[in-house]
């Protein structure tokens, strides 16, 4: 059966639209995800309109992109309009030392990171371009310039950052 960009399941009756993949959002670094989950840990479960006005005016226009990727890494979890910080993510927040191994960990089930490695374990070094075309065969992604970049931005700000990838300019490999 053919993966679909965006699934759909009934809730009460509704249609519900999702994605049902783990992919990272577009234009979230590190940082943002850091800085979103230490604002959590220090105000315990908070409601999202209250988390998101104190997060836009001191860093991120794309608040709802941060809060996506901080879940898909599994730091924090929002139910309705609450949200909390989860186990990993308090250890991860309070930590002064090892966030990047938490991060590299939690990327590993995140596209494009995911394909990224599955190449990685055939291979011993992938170009962006590989790994977009396996997420274009996989229908994660649109064959566009602007899925393209949003590969490589990903696999250098987030695989990078965390450890988990070197980059030569041309090719990608594992690190260490």
């Known amino acids: 059966m053919k993966q679909m960009l965006v699934g759909q399941r009934q809730s009460e009756g509704v249609p519900v639209y999702y994605f049902p993949v783990h992919m990272m959002p577009q234009r979230v670094t590190p940082i943002e995800v850091i800085g979103l989950t230490e604002a959590v840990e220090r105000a315990g479960t908070i409601e999202l309109s209250d988390l998101a006005r104190s997060f836009q005016r001191q860093s991120s226009p794309h608040f709802l992109s941060v809060l996506k990727a901080a879940q898909e ?7 309705e309009a609450l949200v909390h910080v989860t186990d990993l993510g308090l250890g991860f927040a309070r930590a002064s030392n ?14 494009p990171f995911k394909s990224a490695l599955e190449l990685l374990s055939k291979k011993k070094a992938v170009s962006a371009q590989d790994v977009g075309e396996a997420l274009l065969k996989k229908n994660l992604i649109l ?3 602007m899925s393209k970049d949003f590969v490589l931005a990903s696999l250098i700000e987030w695989g990078i950052a965390s450890g988990l990838l070197a980059y030569n300019g041309r090719a990608f490999s594992l690190l260490g």
Not at 98 to 111: M, N, S
Request: charged share 30%; glycine share 12%; proline share 8%.
């Open 143 to 145: 064959p566009s310039p």
């Open 73 to 79: 890494l599994g730091l924090i979890q929002r139910e």
């Open 98 to 111: 090892g966030k990047e191994a938490i991060i590299r960990a939690g990327l590993a089930r995140i596209e």
